[in-house]
T-cell receptor
Framework: DAEITQSPRHKITETGRQVTLACHQT?????MFWYRQDLGHGLRLIHY???????NKGEVSDGYSVSRSNTEDLPLTLESAASSQTSVYFC????????????FGPGTRLTVL | AQKVTQAQTEISVVEKEDVTLDCVYE???????LFWYKQPPSGELVFLIR??????QNEISGRYSWNFQKSTSSFNFTITASQVVDSAVYFC??????????????FGQGTTLQVKP
């Protein structure tokens, strides 16, 4: 069965460290998204990609970067982790149409101390 | 600006009661899509339904039903004969502006539903 996996599922890091969260999908979907979920803010879009070598900034992109070297993966990098980036991160995929349903991975809980 | 409002922060019911979760949205688009997702205590986000703005027919799937009313910009979700397994946070979401065509979703704040045995 096609799926979306995220790793690690839980991560604790220190302020200032670089952290990379992995997202891997076997849906063969073109579009991939990263969201963060925080109490009081719901889910907010960080970055997204419509295909290989395409990346775009979302509404809360400061301090984050992504790269898309193949269809299956969209890793999210925190360049220098800050306590404000403590959150639950969700990766989502979507078929080619930008109004198609987005399917979400299981999430990564990141704590920055 | 686009916005989704789920005014009910928390709802608590007893098993077998019916419960309706409200969702009100704002958009200037004439074509848009609405979604509901469920987030159980395990944390994953589970897709429930997608509706487009041209289809105002109510949808029923087992104990779940959705009432889309364009005139009031609402897309409410009803669970009939609730069960403990329905306990979760439920999110309503709106597709981003068609004009910008980002594919992003705009989420409401979520409604926490607790179903007590």
């Amino acid at each position: 069965d096609a799926e979306i996996t995220q790793s690690p599922r839980h991560k604790i890091t220190e302020t200032g460290r670089q952290v990379t969260l992995a997202c891997h999908q076997t849906w063969n979907h073109n579009n991939m998204f990263w969201y963060r979920q925080d109490l009081g803010h719901g889910l907010r879009l960080i970055h997204y990609s419509y295909g290989v070598h395409d990346t775009n900034k979302g509404e809360v992109s400061d301090g984050y970067s992504v790269s898309r070297s193949n269809t299956e993966d969209l890793p999210l990098t925190l360049e220098s982790a800050a306590s404000s980036q403590t959150s639950v991160y969700f990766c989502a995929t979507q078929n080619s149409l930008r109004t198609d349903t987005q399917y979400f991975g299981p999430g990564t809980r990141l704590t920055v101390l | 600006a686009q916005k989704v409002t789920q005014a009910q922060t928390e709802i608590s019911v007893v098993e077998k009661e019916d419960v309706t979760l409200d969702c009100v949205y704002e958009t200037r688009d004439t074509t848009y899509y609405l979604f509901w997702y469920k987030q159980p205590p395990s944390g994953e986000l589970v897709f429930l339904i997608r509706r487009n703005s041209f289809d105002e027919q109510n949808e029923i799937s087992g104990r779940y039903s959705w009432n889309f009313q364009k005139s009031t910009s609402s897309f409410n979700f009803t669970i009939t004969a609730s069960q403990v397994v329905d306990s979760a946070v439920y999110f309503c979401a709106l597709s981003g502006p068609i004009s910008s065509n980002t594919g992003k979703l705009i989420f409401g704040q979520g409604t926490t539903l607790q179903v007590k045995p």
